[in-house]
């Protein structure tokens, strides 16, 4: 078995003393940035591993932040929440911190967790996802002190006295129905989710937005669902069955567009999008998941990268001693993929 890498190997590597190394680790807001950067490489590449136990001892700091993972869905929106969690644990580890993951369904079962976790093993944050009206889960950290930032905006409370970092989704499906209205398309349908959803509402307003500017209504033209594939498939045949002048739909999720792609391309649809029957309705979703690339369906895609470090960059800020300046606002900008669907 190899020896053991010591502190004292990383600074030989790195140029550096021992003390630098440490202070790189358990206090890096007094290193410099360069100097940091290289120690976490060499300990990277010598497989440097720290006591966690000693070092929670000298900086009552346990190095740890903790987030939900969402239960199994359907196969498609899950992917998202997977993607945000790869890049925070990626970026978590750059920055010498580790990635708690815990499960709960509902505000009362993760606050209930919050207090087993803080008991148990002392985060020294929270990441929080899914944000939505009445979130009693940011009440609770924030009324304990409990560092913490949300993916997702505080919906009920848009000046929030926490950090939280988004994405623009009503610009994302404003641009899905920009896109489609210059593919020749007037009569552009809605599927999304039930009213007084935060993020389902928003990218409802980015489509009827798009269609306003243009002097369109949106009437009669949008149905809600619960988000799986099924109840897309039946929100999408209700829509096209009532209005068969329809040619496209604009969709809050890949799951609902999935379900809407079903209806569309069927063998001898009861309409005909636009007069043309060798064209099916053209259907765009969003969060480019997996299955979007594959079936080739166009579809909004998230920074979830960008979402994941930035996060990250807001919570250190807070750890490392910003806890007093005041709450920072991320709202990032979507991206169309654009595919054989529309």
């Not at 590597?13 to 360069?34: D, I, K, M, W, Y």
């Not at 998202?80 to 993951?101: P, S």
């Amino acid at each position: 078995m190899a020896d053991k890498v010591t502190i004292a190997d990383v600074a030989r590597a790195a140029g550096v003393s021992r003390q630098t190394v440490s202070n790189a680790l358990n206090t890096p807001e007094v290193v410099r940035e360069e100097t940091r950067r290289r120690v976490l490489d060499v300990v990277e590449e010598l497989g440097y591993r720290v006591n966690q136990a000693a070092r929670q001892m000298r900086t009552g700091r346990s190095r740890l932040i903790a987030a939900r993972i969402d239960p199994e869905q359907d196969g498609i929106n899950g992917s998202v929440g997977d993607r945000f969690l790869h890049g925070l644990t990626e970026t978590a580890a750059r920055e010498g911190y580790r990635v708690l993951l815990y499960t709960a369904d509902g505000d009362d079962a993760e606050t209930a967790a919050f207090d087993d976790l803080l008991g148990a093993y002392e985060p020294d944050a929270f990441v929080l996802m899914a944000t939505h009206h009445g979130d009693r889960r940011t009440t609770w950290l924030a009324e304990r002190g409990v560092p913490f930032v949300t993916f997702g905006r505080a919906w009920s409370d848009p000046a929030a006295p926490h950090c939280w970092v988004d994405v623009d989704g009503a610009a994302g499906t404003e641009a899905a129905t920009r896109h489609l209205l210059s593919q020749g398309h007037r009569r552009i349908g809605f599927l999304g989710w039930p009213k007084g959803s935060g993020v389902g509402d928003d990218r409802r307003e980015g489509w009827r937005r798009a269609l306003a500017e243009v002097g369109l209504g949106v009437a009669g033209l949008h149905r809600e669902t619960e988000d799986d594939v099924v109840p897309g498939e039946h929100a999408a045949r209700d829509l096209l069955d009532r209005d068969p002048e329809i040619t496209a739909l604009v969709c809050a999720s890949d799951s609902l567009a999935l379900g809407a792609l079903h209806v569309a391309r069927a063998p001898g649809p009861a309409w005909l999008a636009g007069g043309h029957p060798h064209r099916p309705v053209a259907v765009v979703g969003f969060d480019d998941t997996p299955v979007a690339r594959a079936i080739g369906l166009t579809s909004v895609r998230q920074p979830l990268a960008e979402v994941a470090s930035s996060c990250l960059r807001l919570l250190t800020h807070r750890l490392d001693g910003g806890a007093g300046a005041p709450p920072e606002y991320l709202l990032l900008p979507p991206s169309l993929v654009v595919r054989a669907s529309g």
